[in-house]
């Protein structure tokens, strides 16, 4: 995927994080881990994350049961980067009950392909 595809860059964009969402539901390390960039940063409710501990977490599988995203937003901040910003609702494995996140996700494009190079997930205060 490029900066120059006819698909509208949000769409682009949205698509790949949901391959992120979708390797948390399958439990896919190896996809999970090849849409990240080696310097990835996660800023999480409990702390930084490295690449190593997002694609960790699904050492033991899948992590997520279901999740939805609504309320994309998308600001280019370059030729080469993009922040998409977005609601999402998910459950866990294993939980009764849903959460809900607001999430921004910095996207690089390096060469033709687009990489996760920074996501922060702020949960919704009820």
Not at 10 to 22: G, M, N, Y
Not at 111 to 125: A, L, M, R, V, Y
Request: proline share 3%; glycine share 8%.
């Amino acid at each position: 995927m490029t900066k120059q595809d006819k698909t509208p860059l949000i769409d682009a964009i949205t698509a790949l994080e949901k391959q992120v969402w979708e390797a948390l539901v399958s439990g896919d390390a190896t996809a999970d881990a090849a849409l990240l960039s080696n310097d990835f940063l996660g800023v999480y409710p409990d702390g930084f994350a490295a690449k190593a501990d997002h694609f960790g977490q699904l050492a033991q599988g899948a992590t997520v049961e279901s999740y939805t995203l609504g309320q994309t937003k998308l600001r280019q901040l370059g030729p080469d980067h993009a922040l998409l910003s977005y609601r999402a609702t998910f459950r866990r494995v294993g939980k009764e009950l849903d959460e809900t996140m607001y999430v921004s996700s910095i996207w690089q494009c390096i060469g033709k392909s687009w990489i996760n190079i920074f996501s922060q997930d702020t949960p919704e205060q009820m």
